[in-house]
């Protein structure tokens, strides 16, 4: 089946710095990636739909300055969250979809800001 | 509407028991709806989904459950078991195509022995 992998699974960063998060299809091409963030005992938030080679559409309220998204090619596309601060502290989950494939989810990244 | 941000509620069951989940969506115009299954720490596992023009699907121990007139979901699980328990998520498909996932509020299934 298909199966999307995401890095790192959990990060800790101090506030002001950057973070890099990678979601990477590994067995089809992903058209197209979602990006989400969950808060604690919350259910997901859709931050961001992008397809390869476009830029990305944010959801209402999404800072895209902050929340920058790549999707350079049909199985990676990145998120870096820029001068984090503490309440950028979440789980941020990747998903995937392309061709006959539904939507697949990675296993989260845990950031904590401190 | 979108999901904003509210505490799950929680369903206990015994173990052996059937478990009813149930989910309101709000866009009248989704066509797809997928049930997932979340592990504390882990992405959504896909359950199960159902298409706007069937009401009713089976997977194994596993019903989805469609209304569209009152625009509601569920889903059953038969003869619960210990590794049921997990926080489910109805999404609905809003748009055409590889269009977008958005969740519902979610529900934690805890499983009494």
């Known amino acids: 089946g298909a199966v999307v992998s995401q890095h790192p699974s959990r990060v800790i960063c101090k506030s002001g710095t950057s973070v890099k998060i990678e979601c990477r299809s590994l067995d089809f091409q992903a058209t197209t990636m979602f990006w989400y963030r969950q808060f604690p005992k919350q259910s997901l938030m859709l931050m961001a739909t992008?397809?390869?080679?476009?830029?990305?559409?944010?959801e209402q309220g999404v800072e895209k300055d902050k929340f920058l998204i790549n999707h350079a090619s049909l199985t990676l596309s990145t998120l870096t969250v820029t001068s984090a601060h503490p309440e950028d502290s979440s789980f941020y989950i990747c998903?995937?979809?392309?061709?006959?494939?539904?939507?697949?989810f990675g296993s989260g990244t845990r950031l904590t800001v401190v | 509407g979108e999901n904003v941000g509210l505490h799950l509620p929680t369903l206990s069951v015994q173990e052996g028991d059937n478990s009813i989940i149930n989910c309101a969506y709000s866009n009248s115009a989704s066509d797809y709806f997928i049930w997932y299954k979340q592990e504390s720490g882990k992405g959504p596992q896909f359950i199960i989904d159902?298409?706007?023009?069937?009401d009713k699907r089976q997977g194994q121990r596993v019903t989805v459950l469609l209304n569209k007139t009152v625009k509601h979901l569920s889903l059953q699980i038969a003869a619960t078991q210990p590794g049921d328990s997990a926080v489910y998520f109805c999404?609905?498909?809003?748009?055409?195509?590889?269009?977008?996932?958005?969740f519902g509020s979610g529900t934690r299934l805890s499983i009494r022995p």
């Open positions: 159902i298409r706007s023009n069937m």
């Open positions: 998903s995937a979809t392309g061709g006959f494939y539904g939507y697949t």
């Open positions: 999404a609905e498909n809003i748009g055409a195509g590889a269009s977008k996932i958005i």
């Open positions: 992008s397809n390869e080679g476009s830029k990305a559409t944010y």
